[in-house]
């Protein structure tokens, strides 16, 4: 230390830092070592338990309908492409739904985790703790490459990769049943019109069944065809003949339900073509509700990590030497200020 307070302070007040740090070595060097000693002690096993990362990356895909990608398509030149990666929405969509509460109670549930996490089931805020501890091991983000890493810590190598790897089970199953959950919707509304449908093309066929059992058949040909016998059997027969009578009938047959049918007849050609391409809608909506497709393509699977990855034992020592010296170098400059104040005084 310096030998009196004049050359203390034109040591410090020649900013000479190294000279005034130097003077200073002997608390300094013994805190700070103090410090990193304590800090290789108390991050170790014995005091802090250590953690195991297990990390599974999957890329999103685009195909959100199946029957849209692979059925033929009436007004586009073709389908989705069910082997296209996704993109930054799809990453985000991913994202929300791993962080859902339909896959974090399902894995809570099955690993126990209230448990597992030494949680006291009794504590007024379980709920809390749980969710807590479940956000601090078990985390998501959207890698630059438009990927989504699935990242979790467990003081069991073998717990972590096994829920890492369950948690992409559930993902698929959670987006899949969000997206069929709106299907069965879609299909149930498809059906009862596909239904409702089939019933009218059912009725306008029985009336115009009854109109052919009355004689009309074809309105347009009839009509012509009748209307040629007639002028025909007037220039041969005479007006008041069996034969021209016979014709003049059919005539007033179709005369009296020649619209009818003709109208019952365009409807029916409209609505099947309406039936036609509600089938098609029904045949691909009970495709949307009834196959699955994975949500993800999966680049890699979980496994048991042979190195903790927490605590960093050697950062811990490192950053709680760095914190002690530095405070202990705040200290020395406030008492030194102190003491040279006191004395100016």
Request: proline content about 3%; cysteine-free; overall charge negative.
């Amino acid at each position: 230390m310096p030998t009196s307070t004049q050359d203390r302070e034109n040591i410090f007040d020649s900013t000479n830092l190294v000279v005034y740090l130097y003077s200073w070595r002997k608390p300094l060097l013994l805190v700070t070592l103090a410090a990193a000693l304590l800090a290789a002690v108390f991050s170790g096993p014995y005091f802090i338990e250590p953690k195991y990362e297990s990390t599974v990356t999957v890329f999103p895909t685009t195909t959100n309908s199946l029957s849209k990608a692979l059925l033929p398509q009436k007004f586009a030149s073709r389908g989705q492409d069910i082997l296209e990666f996704g993109a930054e929405e799809q990453a985000e969509q991913l994202l929300q739904i791993l962080n859902s509460d339909q896959i974090r109670n399902q894995i809570i549930q099955k690993y126990n985790l209230a448990r597992h996490y030494d949680i006291d089931s009794n504590s007024k805020y379980l709920k809390t703790e749980l969710y807590k501890t479940y956000a601090d091991n078990i985390s998501f983000r959207r890698t630059e490459y438009m990927s989504v890493e699935i990242n979790v810590l467990d003081t069991d190598p073998d717990t972590a990769a096994m829920i890492a790897n369950d948690i992409v089970v559930l993902l698929d199953q959670v987006k899949n049943d969000i997206q069929k959950e709106r299907a069965k919707k879609g299909l149930d509304i498809i059906k009862r019109e596909y239904t409702a449908l089939k019933g009218d093309v059912k009725m306008l066929e029985d009336s115009l069944t009854l109109l052919r059992y009355k004689g009309v058949h074809d309105y347009e040909s009839q009509s012509s065809a009748l209307s040629e016998q007639l002028a025909t059997a007037l220039i041969e027969k005479s007006p008041n003949s069996s034969a021209v009578k016979a014709i003049e009938q059919k005539l007033d047959t179709l005369a009296k339900y020649g619209g009818t049918y003709v109208s019952l007849r365009d409807e029916l050609t409209y609505l099947k073509e309406e039936v036609v391409k509600l089938k098609t809608a029904y045949d691909q909506a009970q495709v949307d509700v009834t196959e699955v497709l994975p949500a993800t393509f999966q680049v890699n699977r979980a496994y048991p990590a042979e190195k903790k990855a927490y605590p960093i034992r050697w950062l811990i020592v490192v950053l709680s030497a760095l914190g002690a010296f530095t405070l202990t170098l705040i200290g020395i400059l406030i008492l030194d200020t102190i003491r040279n104040s006191r004395k100016e005084a």
